[in-house]
Structure formats: structure tokens, C-alpha cells
């Protein structure tokens, strides 16, 4: 038998028990059709990771303006981490962000991207220009891998990763990743989280 108390919980708080089951529903929705019910014959090609919270501490632009994940809410994130002084996989690493984000077509407005700069380097201005709209956030390195968690702990250039609507690590491809399988796995995540972020932003 249900204690009166507990049946007062629910009624005062349903309200509020209904806004976050909404704004889970993306995320969720996306996770079950990519990994739950796949298509037959169908395998992913980036690695499911226990979604872990991005930090929630302050941080900054090498520009020195505050940033902060929160700021990407409601939608994909891909990340990458690397120095300043951006090696050959750095570089391609950036590559591969932009042109993901531009074959998703009309849903790019969903897709944001950010580069990690794990030390104090400056970035060159040319990538600056070449990537714009890219976020060049200063991390540690320490920090990075704290929140990357990579195939090999030691290395971090030259990875992606998906951070979730929500502001979680879930997804990570490996290096030099294909982009045709990059993007089908992108593609799959909008096209399941598509119907329920529509009806999220309505309300």
C-alpha cells in the first residue's frame, strides 16, 4: 500500500518530474534506436562509452573569454584534444570536425565542435580562420584525459568524441577515424533524436 505522503510527492512534483522526462527524451530516444533495436546487419563504428558529465567548472577561450559546456546544451558536441602547436593528426582531427558538421546539411545547427588546447601554446592564426566557429578551449592535460577517456590513455590527439545534448561523454571513434562511418554513426543519432528535440524546443 502506498503511503499517503508518498502519493502528495508525486502530485506536488509531476510537474517537474515531466519537464526533465522531456528534456531526457532526446537523449534517450537516440541512445535506444542507435544501440538498443540497430538495424539488421548493422554494426557502429564509434565506441559507447558510460556517459559521463563534461565539467561543470569554468573555462576558457585561448582568448581568454569564459567558457563553459553548458553553453553547447541541447546539442551534439564533438571534441577533440590536442596541443597548441596542432601536429598532422591535430590538424586532421579539425578536418574531420568541420566536414562532419557540414554533411549533416540543415541539421549542422545541432552539431557544435571544440577543440581542447591541452597546454598553453599559442594557436596558430591561420587555423583560427580556417576552423572558425570551432571552440578553442584551454584544458590541462590531465583534465583532458580525465574527461576523454581514449583507447590508449597516453594518447589523445588525433580522437573524437561525441558529447550528448545533455552534456555527457558517450560516444568515441578511434584515430584517423573513416569519415564515411563517422558520419553514418552521426547521421543515425540526429536522424533518432530528430522528432523529440523538435517537440523539446516547442514548448
Not at 57 to 66: D, E, H, R, V
Not at 96 to 109: H, S, V
Not at 117 to 126: E, K, L, Q
Not at 165 to 184: F, H, I, S, T
Request: some cysteine; overall charge positive; proline content about 9%.
Amino acid at each position: 500500500m502506498t503511503a499517503p505522503g508518498t502519493i502528495g510527492h508525486w502530485r506536488r512534483y509531476r510537474v517537474l518530474y515531466a519537464v526533465i522526462a522531456l528534456c531526457a527524451a532526446p537523449v534517450l530516444a537516440s541512445y535506444f534506436a542507435y544501440y538498443v533495436m540497430p538495424p539488421s546487419g548493422r554494426s557502429n563504428y564509434g565506441t559507447l562509452l558510460a556517459p559521463a558529465p563534461v565539467p561543470a567548472q569554468p573555462l576558457t577561450t585561448i582568448a581568454g573569454q569564459p567558457f563553459a559546456f553548458s553553453q553547447l546544451e541541447g546539442r551534439w558536441v564533438l571534441v577533440m584534444a590536442a596541443a597548441g602547436a596542432c601536429d598532422p593528426s591535430c590538424e586532421d582531427a579539425l578536418l574531420q570536425m568541420r566536414q562532419q558538421r557540414l554533411m549533416t546539411g540543415k541539421e549542422r545547427d545541432r552539431v557544435e565542435r571544440v577543440w581542447l588546447v591541452t597546454d598553453g601554446a599559442p594557436v596558430a592564426v591561420a587555423l583560427q580562420r580556417d576552423y572558425e566557429g570551432t571552440y578553442f578551449v584551454r584544458m590541462p592535460l590531465a583534465a583532458a584525459r580525465s574527461m576523454l577517456p581514449a583507447a590508449e590513455r597516453d594518447e589523445l590527439t588525433g580522437q573524437l568524441w561525441l558529447v550528448d545534448p545533455m552534456g555527457n561523454v558517450m560516444l568515441r571513434w578511434p584515430p584517423d577515424p573513416e569519415p564515411r562511418r563517422v558520419k553514418a554513426d552521426l547521421s543515425r543519432l540526429l536522424t533518432a533524436s530528430s522528432h523529440w528535440v523538435r517537440v523539446e524546443r516547442s514548448n
